[in-house]
């Protein structure tokens, strides 16, 4: 076929393109994806010359998984909608909550403020500023009760972005649920609990790797003996896609850390088939429809090899890679805000077709503010629209054999084993971060990409091309500065009331704990019900572990 | 002050804030348009940042902020600055803060804001101008 193929499209090149493009020119000299990748004016069999349906793609719900990790994917059940929040207090964001789960959203997705993230009470002087605004201040158990109150957590799956602090946000949840009366090995849900992204990009680590590893391990280990259903991970390239990395990047950045924590906890001696299982993945879906798609197909099959292959994993569920996606927060504009819409179903699509479990559409409004309540209500009907009137979820993998999305998908995990083959030649993920090699690889990729917006070379509707004078945007969501003041009232009274003996004893439990080599988890748990702040827990760390500087600054 | 002909500019990173991505950008823009550029990483309290300007004796200090902690965190800058006598040093800030609040930022003493959507030449332009009265 292949040699017909090559002859037929040299006659179609001859007699057909060529005389066409004397008269009608093609816009640009060299066309690529928004990653770098060159895309041909046509695919055709000739650019799978090696495909092998059974070896390449086989069937979803099996190895390699390139259709998709679900036999049938959306005609059972479509992706969780889930819509990242949080901000204010805890009682502020429960009622967004509830009022996400009363328009359709189907599991719930907890932003923490900065102090949160990085371990800091919201009355500490480095919290400044900080407290409520990117998401939800928890400092104790009572904050995570309020932010739970009258959502029986037997009941939802809550996905919380939380790294350095995972275990003792975790904690807490563990703490509420058991107050709730709720087995908690029926609780259902996820802590990113990625630290080694945070060096990467974002930038909310606390500890140096090591102790941090050791953390995350402590949390594989407990979830494996006392909450089965609990993605004790989500592996991110997410973040590192926003901070300017390329699709190529961010699967090769993520894998390589993924290699990592898979290592980390088989070295402490798990063995790999009880906790695979429970590992998940967040990717972020961009502007290019179809290397979006082709990205997260590459994606299973690529996680599933190095399983398999590298890993020696039995279980095929250790082979199954599962993720969470969400739109691109950095494509959105000030600038015309309308167009956001456009962008996000575009995005939204890319991660459906892709095959995604969880899906957060980003708000028309977030280049300027946290979302309106309208605004993520507009983007909850975006996610329905697709799923009940395009019929987009009414077959599984539609773009299969497409002959551009096969060779996008093959380009893809080529690309990414390069480099997974750097990374390991430099030690492995640690090792390269601490060289500084994916952040100054993530800088050079984004500053590139500024200069194409700069010169016109890349397009963005409203920025560079197409602009129009646009009126200021209303109804932007606002900070009632009081609620900050609340939190700080109600930190101060769990202080007064609690009983500080249990609390002295939890912290002394913790510092033993942290110096040697017991599972924190279990003392995370008791410091929580103790009503520990997260700051005098992190304290307590940062004396044992020391605290982390930045690898490569510029 | 005796120094080289190159402007000096201190860009810096208030706060908790970890998305360093603009400010990065930026900087190196800056660079590459001719001038001494300083990057303080992530996690600079506003003391930190006065501390850096003085010991760099730049004229103008960029800052990057996307967490919402403008309001509290660029005061502090300035009344640094004010109190180690530093009222020359420029300061221009970035990133996501709402159009009220820049009107309230210039009205203290920050000379220009700029949100998302910026392109590094106006960025560019606006250093320039804020360190052209010293040259």
């Given at each position: 076929?292949?040699?017909?193929?090559?002859?037929?499209?040299?006659?179609?090149?001859?007699?057909?393109?060529?005389?066409?493009?004397?008269?009608?020119?093609?816009?640009?000299?060299?066309?690529?994806?928004?990653?770098?990748?060159?895309?041909?004016?046509?695919?055709?069999?000739?650019?799978?010359?090696?495909?092998?349906?059974?070896?390449?793609?086989?069937?979803?719900?099996?190895?390699?998984?390139?259709?998709?990790?679900?036999?049938?994917?959306?005609?059972?059940?479509?992706?969780?909608?889930?819509?990242?929040?949080g901000?204010?207090t805890a009682?502020?964001?429960?009622?967004?909550?509830?009022?996400?789960?009363?328009?359709?959203?189907?599991?719930?997705?907890v932003a923490f403020d900065l102090p949160t993230q990085m371990g800091y009470d919201s009355d500490h002087l480095l919290a400044r500023g900080e407290v409520g605004k990117v998401g939800v201040p928890i400092c104790t158990l009572a904050d995570m009760e309020a932010l739970?109150?009258?959502?029986?957590?037997?009941?939802?799956?809550?996905?919380m972005t939380i790294n350095a602090t995972a275990p003792i946000l975790l904690a807490f949840y563990i703490a509420v649920?058991?107050?709730?009366?709720?087995?908690?090995?029926?609780?259902?849900?996820?802590v990113q609990n990625d630290i080694l992204k945070e060096y990467?990009?974002r930038g909310t680590y606390i500890f140096p790797p090591r102790p941090s590893m050791r953390l995350i391990t402590d949390v594989f280990r407990y979830c494996?003996?006392?909450?089965?259903?609990?993605?004790t991970i989500s592996?991110?390239?997410?973040?590192?896609?926003?901070?300017?990395?390329?699709?190529?990047?961010?699967?090769?950045?993520?894998?390589?850390?993924?290699?990592?924590?898979?290592?980390?906890?088989?070295?402490?001696?798990?063995?790999?088939?009880?906790?695979?299982?429970?590992?998940?993945?967040?990717?972020?879906?961009?502007?290019?429809?179809?290397?979006?798609?082709?990205?997260?197909?590459?994606?299973?099959?690529?996680?599933?090899?190095?399983?398999?292959?590298?890993?020696?994993?039995?279980?095929?569920?250790?082979?199954?890679?599962?993720?969470?996606?969400?739109?691109?927060?950095?494509?959105?504009?000030?600038?015309?805000?309308?167009?956001?819409?456009?962008?996000?179903?575009?995005?939204?699509?890319?991660?459906?077709?892709?095959?995604?479990?969880?899906?957060?559409?980003?708000?028309?409004?977030?280049?300027?503010?946290?979302?309106?309540?309208?605004?993520?209500?507009?983007?909850?009907?975006?996610?329905?629209?697709?799923?009940?009137?395009?019929?987009?979820?009414?077959?599984?993998?539609?773009?299969?054999?497409?002959?551009?999305?096969?060779?996008?998908?093959?380009?893809?995990?080529?690309?990414?084993?390069?480099?997974?083959?750097?990374?390991?030649?430099?030690?492995?993920?640690?090792?390269?971060?601490?060289?500084?090699?994916?952040?100054?690889?993530?800088?050079?990729?984004?500053?590139?990409?500024?200069?194409?917006?700069?010169?016109?070379?890349?397009?963005?509707?409203?920025?560079?091309?197409?602009?129009?004078?646009?009126?200021?945007?209303?109804?932007?969501?606002?900070?009632?500065?009081?609620?900050i003041?609340?939190q700080i009232?109600g930190l101060n009274r769990v202080r007064k009331?609690r009983d500080k003996a249990r609390v002295e004893a939890g912290l002394a439990m913790l510092e033993k704990a942290a110096r040697g080599t017991e599972n924190t988890m279990p003392i995370f748990v008791e410091c929580a019900e103790a009503y520990a702040t997260i700051g005098e827990m992190c304290d307590v760390l940062r004396g044992v572990f020391g605290a982390q500087r930045e690898f490569?600054?510029? | 002050?005796?120094?080289?002909?190159?402007?000096?500019?201190?860009?810096?990173k208030p706060g908790l804030d970890g998305?360093?991505?603009?400010?990065?950008?930026?900087?190196?823009?800056?660079?590459?348009?001719?001038?001494?550029?300083?990057?303080?990483g992530i996690r600079q309290t506003?003391?930190m940042?006065?501390?850096?300007?003085?010991?760099?004796?730049?004229?103008?200090?960029?800052?990057?902020?996307?967490s919402?902690a403008?309001?509290?965190?660029?005061?502090?800058?300035?009344?640094?600055?004010?109190?180690?006598?530093?009222?020359?040093?420029?300061?221009?800030?970035?990133?996501?803060?709402?159009?009220?609040?820049?009107?309230?930022?210039?009205?203290?003493?920050?000379?220009?804001?700029?949100?998302?959507?910026?392109?590094?030449?106006?960025?560019?332009?606006?250093?320039?101008?804020?360190?052209?009265?010293?040259?």
């Open positions: 076929m292949s040699t017909r193929t090559r002859r037929t499209k040299k006659e179609w090149e001859e007699t057909t393109l060529k005389p066409a493009l004397k008269r009608y020119p093609e816009r640009e000299a060299r066309f690529e994806t928004v990653s770098g990748i060159e895309v041909d004016a046509l695919y055709t069999p000739e650019d799978m010359p090696d495909f092998d349906y059974e070896r390449d793609l086989g069937y979803p719900g099996q190895y390699p998984f390139t259709r998709g990790v679900q036999p049938n994917t959306y005609r059972g059940r479509v992706w969780t909608m889930r819509q990242y929040s901000y204010a009682e502020e964001s429960n009622r967004r909550y509830r009022y996400l789960m009363k328009h359709g959203q189907t599991g719930l997705s739970f109150k009258g959502i029986p957590l037997d009941k939802v799956s809550t996905s649920a058991k107050k709730q009366g709720v087995d908690i090995s029926r609780l259902d849900g996820t990467i990009a494996t003996e006392h909450l089965p259903s609990w993605n592996i991110s390239g997410y973040h590192m896609r926003e901070a300017g990395a390329t699709a190529v990047q961010e699967l090769a950045f993520t894998f390589a850390n993924a290699i990592e924590y898979v290592q980390a906890a088989v070295s402490a001696g798990l063995d790999v088939d009880s906790f695979a299982g429970r590992l998940s993945f967040f990717f972020v879906s961009h502007n290019n429809l179809f290397e979006e798609a082709a990205k997260f197909r590459a994606a299973r099959r690529i996680w599933a090899k190095i399983m398999r292959e590298h890993f020696g994993a039995k279980n095929p569920r250790s082979w199954m890679l599962r993720f969470h996606t969400q739109t691109a927060g950095v494509t959105l504009t000030a600038q015309q805000p309308e167009n956001n819409v456009v962008r996000a179903t575009v995005q939204s699509l890319a991660a459906i077709l892709g095959g995604t479990q969880s899906l957060h559409t980003c708000s028309k409004d977030e280049a300027l503010s946290l979302p309106s309540e309208e605004a993520v209500q507009l983007s909850l009907r975006t996610q329905q629209v697709l799923a009940h009137e395009s019929g987009v979820t009414e077959t599984v993998d539609p773009l299969a054999g497409s002959y551009y999305v096969e060779h996008l998908t093959n380009t893809l995990e080529r690309e990414t084993n390069k480099y997974l083959k750097r990374i390991e030649d430099l030690g492995g993920a640690t090792a390269a971060i601490e060289k500084g090699f994916q952040q100054r690889e993530i800088q050079e990729s984004s500053y590139r990409f500024q200069k194409d917006v700069e010169s016109g070379k890349h397009v963005i509707v409203g920025i560079n091309k197409y602009t129009s004078p646009y009126p200021p945007m209303k109804g932007l969501f606002k900070l009632d500065p009081a609620e003041r609340k009232e009331e490569l600054v510029f | 002050m005796a120094k080289g002909d190159k402007i000096r500019v201190l860009i810096a998305h360093d991505r603009g400010a990065k950008v930026v900087a190196r823009a800056l660079r590459d348009a001719g001038m001494e550029v300083i990057y303080t506003p003391e940042i006065v501390e850096s300007a003085l010991q760099e004796d730049v004229d103008v200090i960029g800052v990057s902020i996307l919402g403008h309001m509290e965190l660029i005061p502090l800058i300035l009344d640094g600055l004010k109190k180690k006598g530093l009222e020359k040093v420029k300061l221009l800030a970035g990133g996501i803060i709402p159009e009220e609040d820049c009107a309230a930022l210039r009205k203290i003493g920050v000379v220009k804001t700029f949100g998302p959507g910026t392109s590094v030449k106006e960025i560019i332009d606006a250093v320039k101008r804020a360190a052209s009265p010293r040259k």
